[in-house]
């Protein structure tokens, strides 16, 4: 018995000396403030680090840290010491050896991390209170560190960007560890001709199209394009050292340029190519401080059969790959893992753009945060070096708050753990109980939609939604639990968005849906009655929106209060409207685009409004041809046909409406008027045949919708035909 003690006494001792001795960093009571080190003629950019880090520190306990600039200091003086090493392997590191603390990192950028990682694991700041959300945080009097400290932080990506509007302020990104395209790159996107509109550019800095300059494209083995440009990055540069990155991107269309010069560099009519990286080559040589990138799109999809410079980047866009399903597991991925080691031989640096919302419609959940884990893990083992996820950018996408945070934590670490990363952002934003309740329904439609083999493209409507991921029996019920939480937080941003969002998701499973349980309206005796909870929903949706300041739902910044109105049109409307030819069978003898075969959007109690991927068959191939039973429709009085134009999309009303025989003789002839709205969907009414011409009709009869003619290649579309 004494011995076991004895030793138990030895153990406990060595665990004390063997534990590390706390010294204070600062104390208000002891009068103990460190001073903050950079060296000495440090630049701008070095001084606004310092300042971050006083900035942080003043928010904590109100009191204002000195900022020194000397190189050499007595390692027995309490000083908060910064420099870059950009020689170093780790993003940055956080060092303490007894008084003197060190935040060393390999940039610049990265010391902001550095700085804001120092404040999230060793006081009580949250991004709350840096970016001043709370009002009078509780003070802090008293910073005790280890006396010793040495761990260094390496993200598993070095450039990482999710794109939602949260990002695009500068506290965020540095907080969350994120870069933010309008702080790094000095050229983005399809720019250069915004870059150079200020000169008259030579007809020779053009592409050669067909034997003549078209000013559409650029010519990238042009000497005069080469100098124009030359001269507006490096004052780009210049004004701002932090712009170091430029995306040099031929304009978006398929045009190549085919001069002597380019095709003896290796140009096809279609691959720009080896233009492009010849002249990418070019401009890093002459800038061996910066980076320059180019993407795979369009006619730079070929590997050229040369080395890229080491500074030379390229973007690989995901969007006809993102299909809401993991890409190791599906059918694109021996082409995807080829074409990254490919580009990988040809090009050091290639970073992913990638895909996390529905642009067709930002309120869609598209909890894809499980399938985009998987994805980062593959693009992180195949060596990919950057990712920019494309998120709503500018507009309300539904819980992006979430979403932002989320990926930036993802982007940092591929292997968090994400339901726990979920439940913990939702407990420190909502009250106890709308966390649960959120939590628990989002974390189960993310394994849904992750589980889930149905592909769901970026561009989708609430049917290919509901097909993958989201339960009309779920939604409903959640979104009551919810709107319970709303009405007593009515003046809350968050619950106000949320809010907007499932409204919207609603009227757009009931209108997908059509008539039934989760549709609309219900049909008694062939007359549709439209539910009244739908004049309750559409006034909450105008009413949420408004206090949310949201007043678009995708990507073309569709109107919400055109939606509102299209709605309280199209019901009042169909309310106690005889609907004869409801899901009855009938025939398809016109050709079908391969895309839009499904017929039953024509008679299934759905119906279209300005979007035209919901509700609305498509026709470009050929008019759409049908042949009906008589008898289905034998108590109908006229044809009520709904039609979309939009002329942006080429999508035009028809010119003619025939009602025709089986031996293809015209009954009755409808010609619709010329319609000059470029987006309008409108209703047309077809008076049946008379009495004395129905009698010339056989026991099948069939309609034939026209497409308009002399205008070149237009598509129709057609939405519910209604036997009334």
Not at 67 to 88: A, G
Not at 96 to 115: D, M, P, Q, R, Y
Request: glycine share 4%; hydrophobic share 35%; proline share 2%.
């Amino acid at each position: 018995m004494g011995k076991k003690f004895l030793v138990l006494c030895l153990l406990v001792g060595c665990s004390f000396s063997c534990a590390q001795q706390k010294v204070s960093f600062y104390s208000l009571k002891y009068k103990i403030f460190p001073k903050i080190n950079i060296p000495s003629n440090s630049d701008v950019y070095m001084q606004k680090a310092a300042l971050e880090f006083q900035k942080n520190f003043e928010i904590l306990t109100k009191t204002k840290l000195t900022i020194e600039e000397r190189t050499r200091f007595d390692k027995t003086e309490n000083v908060l010491v910064l420099r870059v090493n950009p020689t170093q392997s780790s993003d940055f590191c956080i060092k303490k050896n007894k008084l003197n603390t060190t935040i060393v990192a390999s940039s610049v950028e990265n010391l902001h991390f550095g700085i804001n990682e120092f404040f999230i694991k060793y006081t009580s700041l949250n991004f709350k209170q840096k970016s001043k959300q709370v009002g009078n945080p509780q003070l802090t009097y008293d910073i005790d560190l280890n006396s010793e400290i040495n761990e260094c932080y390496k993200a598993d990506f070095s450039y990482r960007e999710p794109y939602y509007s949260r990002n695009f302020n500068s506290d965020y990104s540095r907080w969350h560890k994120t870069n933010y395209l309008d702080l790094n790159w000095g050229i983005w996107g399809h720019n250069i001709p915004k870059i150079l509109k200020k000169y008259q550019l030579p007809e020779s800095a053009y592409a050669e199209v067909n034997g003549r300059r078209n000013k559409q494209q650029f010519c990238f083995s042009s000497n005069d394009l080469f100098k124009y440009l030359s001269t507006e990055i490096i004052k780009i540069y210049e004004s701002d050292n932090a712009l170091d990155r430029f995306m040099i991107l031929p304009n978006d269309n398929f045009l190549s340029c085919t001069c002597d010069k380019c095709k003896k560099l290796g140009n096809t009519p279609t691959n720009a190519s080896p233009a492009v990286f010849t002249f990418l080559n070019k401009l890093a040589r002459k800038y061996k401080k910066l980076h320059f990138f180019t993407s795979a799109y369009n006619t730079v999809t070929e590997v050229p059969d040369f080395k890229a410079e080491k500074n030379i980047g390229l973007f690989y866009s995901t969007i006809k790959i993102q299909k809401g399903i993991p890409i190791e597991k599906s059918r694109y991925y021996n082409r995807f893992k080829k074409d990254i080691t490919n580009w990988k031989d040809h090009v050091d640096d290639v970073y992913i753009w990638d895909y996390t919302v529905n642009f067709d419609n930002y309120f869609d959940l598209y909890p894809s945060l499980k399938v985009t884990q998987d994805n980062l893990k593959l693009y992180k083992k195949l060596g990919v070096h950057g990712v920019f996820l494309h998120g709503s950018e500018y507009n309300y996408s539904t819980l992006e708050d979430l979403k932002t945070y989320v990926f930036a934590r993802m982007l940092w670490d591929t292997d968090i753990d994400l339901k726990e990363e979920i439940t913990s952002f939702l407990n420190d934003n909502y009250s106890k109980k709308v966390a649960k309740l959120l939590s628990e329904f989002y974390i189960y439609l993310t394994d849904s939609f992750y589980n889930s083999k149905k592909e769901l493209s970026i561009y989708s409507g609430i049917h290919q939604t509901a097909a993958k991921y989201l339960d009309p029996e779920l939604l409903f019920t959640f979104y009551e639990d919810f709107d319970k939480y709303v009405q007593s937080n009515q003046y809350n941003q968050n619950y106000l968005q949320i809010a907007t969002a499932l409204t919207f998701l609603k009227l757009e499973i009931m209108r997908d849906y059509g008539f039934g349980k989760y549709g609309y309206a219900r049909l008694f005796n062939n007359e549709i009655r439209v539910k009244s909870e739908i004049g309750t929903l559409l006034d909450k949706l105008d009413s949420y929106s408004r206090l949310a300041k949201i007043s678009t739902y995708n990507e073309i910044q569709s109107s919400l209060r055109k939606y509102i109105i299209g709605w309280r049109e199209t019901i009042f409307r169909y309310h106690r409207r005889n609907s004869y030819f409801f899901k009855k069978k009938f025939e398809v003898l016109s050709s079908l685009d391969e895309d839009y075969t499904n017929t039953s959007y024509l008679n299934d109690g759905a119906f279209g409004l300005l979007d035209y991927n919901t509700n609305w068959l498509l026709c470009s191939v050929d008019d759409l041809v049908l042949k009906v039973k008589k008898e289905d429709v034998k108590n109908s009085k006229e044809i009520t046909f709904s039609f979309l134009q939009d002329t942006k999309h080429r999508i035009y009303f028809p010119e003619v409406i025939r009602i025709k025989d089986t031996e293809n003789n015209t009954i009755k002839r409808f010609r619709l008027p010329v319609e000059k709205d470029k987006w309008l969907k409108k209703e047309f009414v077809l008076r049946l045949p008379t009495e004395y011409e129905d009698e010339q009709l056989s026991d099948e009869f069939i309609i034939s919708i026209e497409k308009k003619r002399g205008i070149g290649k237009n598509t129709l579309a057609v939405d519910e035909i209604i036997f009334n």
